[in-house]
């Protein structure tokens, strides 16, 4: 093993870890600040690769140039989503949070269905964009050009979910309703407007994320999966309620993967991951960075 | 109103001569099921595989003149012109699945024959299934070598496996040693599935004892987020050859990552799988100039066959695709069932395996570049020669073996 | 009160022995193999989903990694069987206990977690197990194992076409899940965890009974788990990491329980016996269309359910009981 093939790894394992936060970053709002589970991630980003995909395809545009709007349509998304099928999960009296998790498992389960209805099983990529296979390579070290704009993208949006939650009242507002439902309506808040809201933030969060994604992987109705437990990990490594946890846990995770793979098969180098998540919690149990 | 005794008649004539067609039409279909992933992750494969089969049976069902087993007239003489009916189920990948689904179709749908399955973990539950019931289970298109080693007596298979497919590789670089070229290392990149794992022993075990050297052996897991520590790996080993079992998703991206770290492997010779479906190409082609895959299927062979052209051209008008390897196996799978079942003049199981062991058909009758189809007492084709396909200027041209090639390989692979 | 109590407790024992007996006699008038088999897979989900809410609904510690104590049972059965030539018998007793014994090592470090951080962690640690399993060559890796098929016999637990011999296994499994539970709720676990829901401070004076108690849970939970692992490796008679422990596989299992009334008596089994057969028919019926529309179906009712019926469909039922009381 080399100190370049260890230079490579980390800088990799980096850059896999910032877009492990990408696709985190919207969940972190939701299952990490929020406090619903959204077994749907997956199927949320699939949705907006497909979205990005299409864009390519009929319309010639860029993923650069059309994340900001696959982001409005996630926003849009994601808030019908909580305003139709959430609302009613996060109300329940009895065992909210195993409805939360079952009602957007079902989601899921529909949510491949009708792409699968839709779109084909067929597997779809964009084969060429302004920085699909581009690369930069510094002494010998070689940097993807999408996985570097993409971690460019996660620090953007982590500074501005930070910002957004810390600085502004909306911010407060979903803190606040989240510890007590109850006393905001008091003093006029709608939980459900503050909710939908939220939804649809995490929503944009994740359309960002896909579109990053669709340049460089592959697109189908089961892609989503392939991301959903990492992302999970990712918040709940960093700790519930706190964004630049989810950030750090993020990283974390990216770091650990290539390290694993250095040492074991790269068959298990999900193994890493699992296990620092299970260290970090029986030492410290809220987390990395949680408050919840 | 008067009736005529010439009406009377006429119309005793008419129910007679109706009689039998109508009581033809109930016997005259003969179900066969056919069992697929038609959702979940590898959905792709299963609705590809419906559109081959149905233009397996539409060719069976209808006339056409094709030298092909049962193309000429409708339906299967050997049963009184019986049509095929297709019974489709789902497995979703899932091997109990795959055992209810066989159970269903053999005990409600009735089908006298199975044939699937895409998946080999669900194979072997479909094919013990079918033992259990006495039913003939062809498998079209699983390659794991395991399958045909268990005793069973119901299982065949017309194609190849992995250690034939494997060899028909490790000939190929035979050849290019002693006309010069030096391979000396490969670096095997495989699935952890069942798959990926006997592809990858099949190739160890002929590297050894074919003095190759193996200097990556690299199993990462199927639709991993990341492939970019496996890539490092292949970069550093930097092989003669480049060995990937990879389904579509995980070639897709192995391809793209390479790219990215600035990883140009010599060579790729491919077990197939990913690196035979229209969507890797699309996704990637311009990557992939040179890279061999083994097949079982050759779209060159419609120069010398050209029922293979019109053939494909029948599937394209259903599916937009041309034959792959897996949809082209799939095809041939039903034909050589479909064939058995007419010698056999019968829809009874025992019957129709004994028509299967008999099966002794030339390959020029198939859309296949085999040899012959006659499986061995474990129900395997051992003619059935695999073909190495290059991937050259936007087409799979045959490259070996040698009686089957259109044109000479391109080696090493061309540096873009 | 009392009286009250123990005259319920009479009656739910009499329901359950009337409904097993008549599930008993159900073979009697289903012949047919393929809605004998959605009987067993019915009683199977039952069975697991049983054990799972003992852990989950009653003790309160959701469990989203159920499929490691699965595949544990079923990897051990397959493995002494077919390495060793010990009966499918032992093999699942084995199981059990080395499910049991595992539970309760991870328990420990667990049972300090709390809420979302719990549950990932019995996901991850699922998924360790599995991909340690898809690599472990002794094992079979991704290569599953294949148990031959030998003649009918209950000794190695092997029917060729008969489904009945395991029809009533899974029949008695879920039975004993059943009688556990039932048992359970009347104990002095069942005590201490209602006092835990009821009131977080009793938590805190219950502290050390109420982890030990947990931990018997646990225990108990995967053993049951465990044994519904052995008997799905002797069903299928072909197992393989990712179809014993699997995430879905976890989901599936919990989802029963969820749909029909997490942490009550006769929720799971009133779950498996509308989502079994719903699963499967969805498939068998809808999914030949190769269009995704079986998935359209089955997640729009499970979303359906779970929203409609958030404290469970057992609580249909509950209701109507009580009005007329009243």
Same mark, same amino acid.
Request: with cysteine; hydrophobic share 50%; proline share 4%.
């Given at each position: 093993?080399?100190?370049?093939?260890?230079?490579?790894?980390?800088?990799?394992?980096?850059?896999? #870890?910032?877009?492990?936060?990408?696709?985190?970053?919207?969940?972190?709002?939701?299952?990490?600040?929020?406090?619903?589970?959204?077994?749907?991630?997956?199927?949320?980003?699939?949705?907006?690769?497909?979205?990005?995909? @299409?864009?390519?395809?009929? @319309?010639?545009?860029?993923?650069?140039?059309?994340?900001?709007?696959?982001?409005?349509?996630?926003?849009?998304?994601?808030?019908?989503?909580?305003?139709?099928?959430?609302?009613?999960?996060?109300?329940a009296k009895a065992n909210a949070g195993m409805v939360q998790i079952f009602s957007t498992f079902g989601l899921a389960i529909v949510m491949r269905g009708l792409a699968q209805f839709f779109f084909t099983p067929d597997y779809r990529s964009i084969n060429h964009s302004w920085l699909?296979?581009?690369?930069?390579?510094?002494?010998?070290?070689?940097?993807?050009?999408?996985?570097?704009?993409?971690?460019?993208?996660?620090?953007?949006?982590?500074?501005?979910?930070?910002?957004?939650?810390?600085?502004?009242?909306?911010?407060?507002?979903?803190e606040a309703t989240r510890e007590d439902a109850g006393a905001v309506a008091l003093v006029g808040i709608d939980k459900n407007r503050v909710f939908a809201l939220g939804w649809g933030l995490g929503g944009a969060l994740v359309g960002l994320a896909g579109a990053i994604m669709a340049i460089f992987f592959y697109i189908y109705p089961d892609v989503g999966a392939s991301f959903a437990l990492?992302?999970?990990?990712?918040?709940?490594?960093?700790?519930? #309620?706190?964004?630049?946890?989810?950030f750090?846990?993020?990283?974390?995770v990216g770091l650990v993967e290539a390290t694993t793979a250095l040492l074991l098969p790269p068959s298990l180098k999900s193994v890493g991951i699992y296990a620092v998540y299970l260290l970090v919690v029986f030492i410290r149990p809220r987390g990395l960075f949680g408050s919840i | 109103m008067k009736i005529s005794r010439r009406n009377l008649l006429l119309g005793a004539s008419a129910a007679a001569a109706l009689g039998p067609i109508a009581a033809r039409a109930e016997a005259s279909e003969v179900a066969i099921g056919v069992i697929y992933p038609l959702s979940g992750s590898s959905a792709q494969i299963g609705v590809d595989a419906q559109k081959a089969f149905e233009t397996a049976a539409d060719i069976i069902n209808k006339d056409y003149d094709f030298k092909l087993p049962l193309a000429k007239g409708e339906g299967l003489p050997g049963l009184g012109g019986a049509k095929v009916k297709l019974v489709f189920a789902d497995h979703q990948a899932d091997p109990q699945k795959g055992r209810a689904e066989t159970e269903r179709l053999i005990t409600q749908e009735k089908v006298c024959a199975i044939v699937g399955t895409y998946q080999s973990a669900v194979a072997v539950t479909v094919s013990q299934t079918c033992e259990r019931y006495q039913i003939p289970f062809l498998s079209a298109d699983n390659s794991s070598p395991s399958l045909h080693r268990r005793g069973l007596k119901f299982y065949f298979r017309a194609s190849p496996h992995d250690e034939m497919f494997s060899k028909a590789m490790f000939d190929f670089f035979d050849?290019?040693?002693?006309?010069?070229?030096?391979?000396?290392?490969?670096?095997?990149?495989?699935?952890?599935?069942?798959?990926?794992?006997? +592809? *990858?022993?099949?190739?160890?075990?002929? *590297? +050894?004892?074919?003095?190759?050297?193996?200097?990556?052996?690299?199993?990462?897991?199927?639709? $991993?987020? $990341?492939?970019?520590?496996?890539?490092?790996?292949?970069?550093?080993?930097?092989?003669?050859?480049?060995?990937? $079992? +990879?389904?579509?998703?995980?070639?897709?991206?192995?391809?793209?990552?390479?790219?990215?770290?600035?990883?140009?492997?010599?060579?790729?010779? *491919?077990?197939?799988?990913?690196? +035979?479906?229209?969507?890797?190409?699309?996704?990637?082609?311009?990557?992939?100039?040179?890279v061999i895959s083994r097949g079982s299927f050759s779209l060159d062979l419609a120069e010398k066959r050209p029922m293979v052209g019109l053939i494909n051209e029948m599937f394209k008008a259903r599916s937009g695709k041309d034959f792959n390897d897996y949809t082209s196996r799939q095809f041939m799978g039903l034909i050589l069932m479909a064939e058995a079942i007419n010698r056999a003049k019968s829809t009874d199981g025992d019957k129709i395996r004994e028509a299967l062991v008999a099966t002794d058909m030339p390959g020029d009758v198939t859309i296949m570049p085999w040899k012959r189809v006659k499986y061995d007492e474990m129900g395997q084709n051992n003619d059935a020669d695999p073909v190495l396909l290059q991937y050259l200027g936007g087409k799979f041209v045959t490259v070996a073996p040698a009686q089957v090639a259109v044109s000479e390989s391109v080696w090493p692979m061309p540096a873009k | 009160m009392d009286k009250d109590f123990a005259s319920r407790r009479r009656r739910e024992l009499i329901v359950a022995a009337v409904l097993a007996l008549l599930a008993a006699l159900a073979p009697l008038f289903v012949k047919d193999v393929y809605v004998q088999n959605i009987m067993v897979l019915t009683l199977m989900y039952a069975a697991l989903s049983q054990s799972w809410n003992i852990l989950s609904g009653y003790c309160g510690q959701i469990s989203l990694g159920h499929a490691l104590y699965f595949g544990l049972g079923a990897?051990?059965?397959?493995?002494?069987?077919?390495?060793?030539?010990?009966?499918?018998?032992?093999g699942m007793l084995s199981g059990g206990v080395l499910s049991a014994l595992i539970a309760m090592a991870l328990g420990y470090p667990c049972f300090r977690l709390r809420g979302h951080y719990f549950v990932i962690a019995t996901i991850v640690i699922a998924e360790i197990a599995l991909l340690l399993f898809q690599n472990w060559d002794w094992a079979g890796a991704a290569l599953g194992i294949d148990i031959p098929i030998r003649r009918d016999s209950w000794l190695t637990f092997q029917f060729t076409r008969s489904k009945l011999p395991y029809f009533y296994f899974a029949l008695v499994l879920a039975a004993i899940a059943w009688f556990v539970t039932w048992w359970l709720e009347d104990s002095k676990w069942g005590y201490w965890w209602r006092a835990v829901k009821d009131n977080p401070e009793a938590a805190e004076s219950l502290g050390v009974v109420v982890f030990n108690s947990k931990m018997g849970a646990a225990a108990v939970s995967a053993f049951l788990t465990a044994i519904g692992g052995s008997f799905y490796a002797q069903f299928v008679s072909y197992i393989d990491p990712e179809s014993v422990m699997g995430f879905q596989f976890s989901l599936l299992m919990a989802l029963p329980a969820v749909l029909g009334g997490i942490g009550t008596l006769w929720g799971p089994l009133?779950?498996?016996?509308?989502?079994?057969?719903?699963?499967?028919?969805?498939?068998?019926?809808i999914g030949g269309s190769g269009r995704g529309v079986d998935l359209i179906v089955y997640g729009s009712l499970i979303v359906a359910i779970s929203l409609a019926r958030p404290q469970g469909l057992v609580s249909l039922f509950s209701r109507a009981k009580k009005v007329p009381a009243r």
């Amino acid at each position: 093993m080399t100190a370049e093939t260890i230079i490579q790894s980390l800088a990799s394992g980096l850059l896999m #870890g910032l877009l492990y936060g990408l696709i985190a970053v919207g969940l972190a709002l939701i299952f990490g600040l929020m406090d619903v589970v959204n077994f749907a991630h997956g199927e949320f980003l699939m949705i907006a690769m497909y979205a990005t995909f @299409f864009l390519f395809a009929y @319309f010639a545009l860029d993923p650069l140039l059309s994340a900001p709007l696959v982001a409005a349509a996630l926003f849009v998304f994601g808030a019908v989503i909580y305003l139709l099928i959430v609302r009613f999960a996060v109300r329940a009296k009895a065992n909210a949070g195993m409805v939360q998790i079952f009602s957007t498992f079902g989601l899921a389960i529909v949510m491949r269905g009708l792409a699968q209805f839709f779109f084909t099983p067929d597997y779809r990529s964009i084969n060429h964009s302004w920085l699909g296979g581009k690369t930069v390579s510094v002494a010998g070290i070689f940097l993807p050009e999408p996985q570097l704009v993409g971690a460019l993208v996660a620090i953007a949006a982590f500074v501005a979910l930070y910002f957004f939650i810390h600085r502004t009242d909306f911010g407060r507002a979903l803190e606040a309703t989240r510890e007590d439902a109850g006393a905001v309506a008091l003093v006029g808040i709608d939980k459900n407007r503050v909710f939908a809201l939220g939804w649809g933030l995490g929503g944009a969060l994740v359309g960002l994320a896909g579109a990053i994604m669709a340049i460089f992987f592959y697109i189908y109705p089961d892609v989503g999966a392939s991301f959903a437990l990492i992302a999970y990990v990712t918040v709940a490594l960093g700790g519930f #309620g706190s964004v630049f946890g989810a950030f750090a846990g993020g990283i974390l995770v990216g770091l650990v993967e290539a390290t694993t793979a250095l040492l074991l098969p790269p068959s298990l180098k999900s193994v890493g991951i699992y296990a620092v998540y299970l260290l970090v919690v029986f030492i410290r149990p809220r987390g990395l960075f949680g408050s919840i | 109103m008067k009736i005529s005794r010439r009406n009377l008649l006429l119309g005793a004539s008419a129910a007679a001569a109706l009689g039998p067609i109508a009581a033809r039409a109930e016997a005259s279909e003969v179900a066969i099921g056919v069992i697929y992933p038609l959702s979940g992750s590898s959905a792709q494969i299963g609705v590809d595989a419906q559109k081959a089969f149905e233009t397996a049976a539409d060719i069976i069902n209808k006339d056409y003149d094709f030298k092909l087993p049962l193309a000429k007239g409708e339906g299967l003489p050997g049963l009184g012109g019986a049509k095929v009916k297709l019974v489709f189920a789902d497995h979703q990948a899932d091997p109990q699945k795959g055992r209810a689904e066989t159970e269903r179709l053999i005990t409600q749908e009735k089908v006298c024959a199975i044939v699937g399955t895409y998946q080999s973990a669900v194979a072997v539950t479909v094919s013990q299934t079918c033992e259990r019931y006495q039913i003939p289970f062809l498998s079209a298109d699983n390659s794991s070598p395991s399958l045909h080693r268990r005793g069973l007596k119901f299982y065949f298979r017309a194609s190849p496996h992995d250690e034939m497919f494997s060899k028909a590789m490790f000939d190929f670089f035979d050849d290019l040693r002693k006309n010069g070229q030096k391979i000396e290392t490969l670096a095997l990149f495989h699935e952890d599935t069942i798959f990926g794992t006997d +592809s *990858a022993n099949a190739q160890t075990k002929l *590297a +050894s004892e074919r003095g190759y050297k193996i200097v990556a052996d690299i199993k990462y897991r199927a639709n $991993s987020p $990341s492939l970019t520590a496996e890539v490092q790996q292949l970069k550093a080993a930097d092989a003669d050859v480049l060995m990937p $079992s +990879s389904y579509t998703t995980d070639a897709i991206l192995l391809v793209k990552t390479m790219a990215e770290l600035g990883y140009k492997p010599k060579n790729i010779m *491919a077990q197939d799988a990913g690196f +035979s479906e229209k969507a890797l190409y699309d996704a990637v082609g311009d990557k992939l100039e040179g890279v061999i895959s083994r097949g079982s299927f050759s779209l060159d062979l419609a120069e010398k066959r050209p029922m293979v052209g019109l053939i494909n051209e029948m599937f394209k008008a259903r599916s937009g695709k041309d034959f792959n390897d897996y949809t082209s196996r799939q095809f041939m799978g039903l034909i050589l069932m479909a064939e058995a079942i007419n010698r056999a003049k019968s829809t009874d199981g025992d019957k129709i395996r004994e028509a299967l062991v008999a099966t002794d058909m030339p390959g020029d009758v198939t859309i296949m570049p085999w040899k012959r189809v006659k499986y061995d007492e474990m129900g395997q084709n051992n003619d059935a020669d695999p073909v190495l396909l290059q991937y050259l200027g936007g087409k799979f041209v045959t490259v070996a073996p040698a009686q089957v090639a259109v044109s000479e390989s391109v080696w090493p692979m061309p540096a873009k | 009160m009392d009286k009250d109590f123990a005259s319920r407790r009479r009656r739910e024992l009499i329901v359950a022995a009337v409904l097993a007996l008549l599930a008993a006699l159900a073979p009697l008038f289903v012949k047919d193999v393929y809605v004998q088999n959605i009987m067993v897979l019915t009683l199977m989900y039952a069975a697991l989903s049983q054990s799972w809410n003992i852990l989950s609904g009653y003790c309160g510690q959701i469990s989203l990694g159920h499929a490691l104590y699965f595949g544990l049972g079923a990897y051990t059965t397959a493995l002494m069987f077919m390495k060793f030539g010990i009966l499918p018998w032992f093999g699942m007793l084995s199981g059990g206990v080395l499910s049991a014994l595992i539970a309760m090592a991870l328990g420990y470090p667990c049972f300090r977690l709390r809420g979302h951080y719990f549950v990932i962690a019995t996901i991850v640690i699922a998924e360790i197990a599995l991909l340690l399993f898809q690599n472990w060559d002794w094992a079979g890796a991704a290569l599953g194992i294949d148990i031959p098929i030998r003649r009918d016999s209950w000794l190695t637990f092997q029917f060729t076409r008969s489904k009945l011999p395991y029809f009533y296994f899974a029949l008695v499994l879920a039975a004993i899940a059943w009688f556990v539970t039932w048992w359970l709720e009347d104990s002095k676990w069942g005590y201490w965890w209602r006092a835990v829901k009821d009131n977080p401070e009793a938590a805190e004076s219950l502290g050390v009974v109420v982890f030990n108690s947990k931990m018997g849970a646990a225990a108990v939970s995967a053993f049951l788990t465990a044994i519904g692992g052995s008997f799905y490796a002797q069903f299928v008679s072909y197992i393989d990491p990712e179809s014993v422990m699997g995430f879905q596989f976890s989901l599936l299992m919990a989802l029963p329980a969820v749909l029909g009334g997490i942490g009550t008596l006769w929720g799971p089994l009133l779950g498996a016996v509308i989502l079994i057969p719903l699963t499967e028919l969805t498939r068998s019926y809808i999914g030949g269309s190769g269009r995704g529309v079986d998935l359209i179906v089955y997640g729009s009712l499970i979303v359906a359910i779970s929203l409609a019926r958030p404290q469970g469909l057992v609580s249909l039922f509950s209701r109507a009981k009580k009005v007329p009381a009243r």
